[in-house]
């Protein structure tokens, strides 16, 4: 997702694109000396948000207009027998144009992750008729972010503002693994909104839902999150 006020995924809600990487929403890089922070709730399964759900905290500094570096951590405050760290990611981006930027991300081996993983990606907003489009394609490896082959992620993500204050989303997420395609494609669609709060704050909220594959969502899914920019 690109929000309005920080700039700003996933509805990812901690699925594809966004799982892999710090920042759970489609943000552009800069200005510089910009300061971010997102508290998100991501439960995989809306009838049980107390105990099926995801805590992350994410933070962000821009170096410089093209330059991005964030920290993000999935806490397991609402997930059933979870630690309170299940995870913590590092990354980076940067921009190569104002619509377009490169992203890597790292999953450490901290909390009850157990192998570092990897990712790479690229960020991409275009107009559509009189929308604006955000895609973000990225493929990640090694333990961290998959036990096998290659993860491969494509968020497509049409907008349309309502006044001022809203900006509703549409996130198209399809994910697979080069080690079987087919076995493991699935898509989801998830209808999200940001709410302009004030000049420093949005909050975001929405649903996800499995919609072809293999491997897309079982459940409905649910995120509501706060973010602030300064």
């Given at each position: 997702m690109r929000r309005s006020v920080i700039g700003c995924l996933l509805l990812a809600l901690a699925t594809t694109v966004s799982a892999q990487?710090?920042?759970?929403?489609?943000?552009?890089?800069?200005?510089?000396?910009?300061?971010?922070?997102?508290?998100g709730l991501f439960a995989d399964d809306v009838s049980r948000i107390a105990d099926a759900s995801s805590t992350i905290t994410a933070g962000k500094l821009s170096i410089s207009d093209e330059w991005e570096v964030?920290?993000?951590?999935?806490?397991g405050l609402l997930r059933d027998h979870a630690g309170t760290l299940s995870s913590v990611q590092v990354g980076t981006k940067l921009g190569l144009d104002e619509h377009m930027a490169l992203t890597g991300a790292a999953v450490?081996?901290?909390?009850?992750?157990?192998?570092?993983g990897l990712s790479v990606?690229?960020?991409?907003?275009f107009l559509a008729g009189q929308h604006m489009v955000n895609t973000w394609t990225s493929a990640a490896l090694l333990d961290g972010y998959t036990g096998?082959?290659?993860?491969?992620?494509?968020?497509?993500?049409?907008?349309r503002s309502v006044?001022?204050?809203i900006t509703g989303y549409l996130d198209v997420n399809v994910r697979s693994n080069t080690e079987a395609l087919g076995d493991e494609?699935?898509?989801?669609?998830?209808?999200?909104?940001?709410?302009?709060w004030n000049q420093?704050?949005?909050?975001?909220?929405?649903?996800?839902?499995?919609?072809?594959?293999?491997?897309?969502?079982?459940?409905?899914?649910?995120?509501l999150s706060l973010l602030m920019a300064y």
């Open positions: 990487h710090y920042d759970p929403y489609y943000v552009l890089p800069g200005p510089k000396g910009r300061i971010a922070a997102d508290l964030g920290l993000a951590a999935d806490l450490l081996p901290l909390g009850e992750t157990d192998d570092l990606g690229l960020m991409k907003t096998k082959g290659v993860a491969l992620s494509v968020l497509i993500e049409p907008t006044g001022d204050r494609l699935g898509i989801d669609v998830g209808p999200n909104v940001d709410i302009n420093t704050a949005t909050i975001n909220t929405g649903l996800s839902f499995g919609v072809a594959g293999d491997a897309k969502q079982d459940d409905l899914a649910f995120t």
